[in-house]
């Protein structure tokens, strides 16, 4: 008997009582009640970056250190939560970049190294400068990028700071963030490094490109690759004549052109708030359009969801006008990283002075209103002894969520929360659902399977009579593992239409609507 994991959203009857109570709770087979807190030194800790690792081993990135003398800070922990011995002895090391480093992001390599991105002060210049180190996977640098595993670039005037990154299936690493310009102000700073670790000279000029908006401050907080190698950043950007700061996105081409069929001249900012709005994520949807998180002010900081069409422009069907600010009292709320689950709820994390200066993690309907379903609300709060910030938010394989930061007492801070995605039995023996979402469907959709051995599938959608109306792949090999395949369903007419799955010995299927 051939048989294929899928998961299931609660829509299933079995494994969703179980789940359903365990929504938005810490897991306590995380670290024995859901939280990791641990040292990287005697000073200070600051955890701003997080990556999961194929296996669900958990690399945390930062600085440790006193305000003059911060150095890049990782650490590694095993999917259960303790600090994994087999990286650099305990689980930790330290890299010393010039005078004062501090690390903001990470990202894997497909084979498994880690890359970190961040700033690198020399003091007696009192100037900044991109940094980017790669380490093998037991934690030790990796010499055959840029000879000692680090690279420093510098884009002429000062405050050069890198503050995310991606890297591309062909292995160039993307480098994100701002630098100072003594006409322009603060700008979008964009490197690109081939895998050696060297500057790609095909990309802007010389590896390097600045993006300026309105002569103010212009910061990038977030990059992201679309499928066809273009690439958007976004943060925010200074709009002089209003005194306020407004979310800002560009797209580039992939050789670091601006694209002119995004916004106006590949940017586009959006005014969400009437003081201070700031993009911290960017995420492209399923189905090409992009969600923004982040913060906005009007009295006090609010979350801020907004989701624009491919061409940059605001999505009406969302919330009529693209955007979204949710404050449940009046205070602060400042949201600092989010996420999307494979269902198309949002994952927003970060820290406020309502729930008491904790760390808290809240999620979204795909229509932006509270998911009530999720801990109290729709909102999951630290205890009070972490207190601190969730700084980032990502999913795990099995899709629990793992947040990131730092405690009060300015230690490494991570916790898993059960998300209520539960894994079932799909039987190829009988007429059992299988997982399509969203469900109904709009121009694409997701099928999120995991098989248990290797298996030859077709993979089909056939019309409410039986009829093949669609090839998704015919006879194609998947193996062990977990896999997710995005379907383009534009074409279909509005109507009943089964997805059919079919292992050469037994067939499986799920009933959908356009």
């Known amino acids: ?110 084979d498994g190294k880690i890359v970190v991105v961040g700033s690198a002060k020399i003091n007696v210049e009192n100037l900044d400068w991109f940094a980017v180190a ?21 884009f002429g005037m000062s405050n050069d700071v890198a503050y995310s990154l991606a890297i591309q299936p062909d292995g160039k690493i993307i480098v994100a963030g701002s630098s100072y310009n003594a006409t322009t102000g603060l700008d979008f700073a964009i490197a690109r490094f081939d895998s050696d670790g060297s500057l790609d000279n095909s990309f802007g000029a010389g590896g390097k490109i600045t993006t ?47 694209d002119n069929t995004f916004g106006t001249g590949g940017k586009s900012t959006i005014n969400v708030g009437n003081s201070i709005d700031d993009v911290k994520k960017i995420i492209l949807l399923p189905n090409g359009k992009i969600l923004l ?115 009060f007492s300015n230690d490494f801070l991570a916790a898993r929360i059960l998300s209520g995605l539960n894994m079932g039995v799909l039987d190829f023996s009988n007429q059992t659902n299988a997982l399509i979402y969203p469900n109904p469907v709009n121009e694409k959709t997701v099928l999120a399977f995991e098989l248990s051995s290797n298996q030859t599938l077709s993979i089909s959608i056939c019309d409410a009579q039986g009829r093949t109306v669609q090839s998704i792949c015919g006879k194609k090999m998947f193996t062990e593992g977990r896999h997710e395949i995005n379907i383009d369903t534009g074409q279909l007419a509005s109507g009943q239409y089964v997805l059919v799955l079919d292992n050469g010995k037994g067939k499986t299927s799920v009933r959908f609507q356009k």
């Open 212 to 258: 300026d908006f309105n002569s103010g401050y212009d910061q990038i907080n977030s990059i992201t690759l679309q499928p066809d190698g273009k690439i958007l950043a976004a943060g925010y950007t200074e709009n002089v004549a209003m005194s306020d700061y407004d979310f800002a996105v560009v797209r580039y081409n992939a050789n670091g052109t601006l």
């Open 134 to 154: 790669r380490y093998n996977t037991d934690g030790s640098l990796d010499n055959t990028f840029s000879a000692d595993g680090i690279a420093t670039i510098y």
């Open 293 to 407: 998180t982040g913060i906005s002010m009007e009295s006090y900081f609010d979350i801020a969801i907004v989701r624009l069409n491919e061409d940059g422009s605001l999505d009406n069907t969302f919330s009529t006008d693209g955007i979204i600010t949710h404050n449940p009292i009046p205070n602060h709320i400042y949201a600092l990283d989010g996420a999307v689950q494979v269902d198309g709820k949002i994952l927003i994390s970060g820290s406020s002075p309502y729930y008491s200066g904790r760390a808290f993690i809240a999620r979204f309907n795909e229509d932006g209103s509270f998911d009530n379903s999720f801990a109290v609300s729709g909102i999951l709060e630290t205890q009070p002894s972490y207190g601190g910030y969730f700084n980032r938010v990502a999913l795990q394989s099995d899709y629990k969520i793992i947040v990131a930061g730092q405690n």
């Open 1 to 110: 008997m051939h048989k294929i994991l899928f998961f299931s959203f609660g829509l299933l009857a079995f494994s969703y009582s179980v789940g359903f109570t365990q929504i938005g709770t810490f897991d306590s087979a995380f670290n024995g009640g859901g939280f990791a807190v641990f040292d990287i030194s005697s000073e200070a800790d600051f955890c701003k970056g997080l990556a999961i690792a194929a296996d669900n081993k958990i690399i945390m990135v930062g600085s440790t250190g006193s305000s003059s003398n911060y150095k890049f800070a990782l650490a590694r922990l095993n999917p259960n939560g303790t600090l994994d011995n087999t990286f650099s002895g305990d689980g930790k090391t330290t890299t010393d970049i010039f005078d004062k480093s501090e690390a903001n992001d990470v990202s894997l390599q497909s």
